[in-house]
């Protein structure tokens, strides 16, 4: 029961991560319609896991919250995930050449 927990507790945050790296490499489109900082709440149930467990589950939860924060705010930054109004406020930037290499 207490791995079945931590499974699910760690679904979301990778779910949200496995999405924003699908969006940055196969989508054309570097905007979406909310705010790309409120994915990174997902990373919260990997803080509580974290925080209720030990070990190898706490860095493992540790380690995939801080990877979700980082891989967005980095996604962002680049302008590979952009609010829709914040990317016609940016002048609509183009996504880089880069990012299409896996299409």
Do not use: C
């Not at 790309?36 to 070990?55: C, D, E, K, T, Y």
């Not at 939860?61 to 801080?66: A, I």
């Amino acid at each position: 029961m207490k791995k079945l927990v931590i499974i699910s507790s760690l679904l979301p945050p990778l779910g949200v991560l496995l999405w924003v790296f699908f969006r940055i490499f196969m989508v054309p489109e570097n905007h979406i319609g909310l705010e790309p900082r409120l994915l990174m709440s997902a990373a919260v149930f990997s803080i509580v896991s974290a925080w209720l467990n030990h070990g190898v589950v706490r860095v493992l939860s540790f380690v995939v919250s801080v990877l979700l924060v980082g891989v967005i705010a980095w996604a962002e930054h680049f302008n590979l995930l952009l609010q829709y109004e914040e990317w016609i406020r940016l002048g609509m930037p183009d996504k880089p050449i880069w990012t299409q290499i896996i299409r």
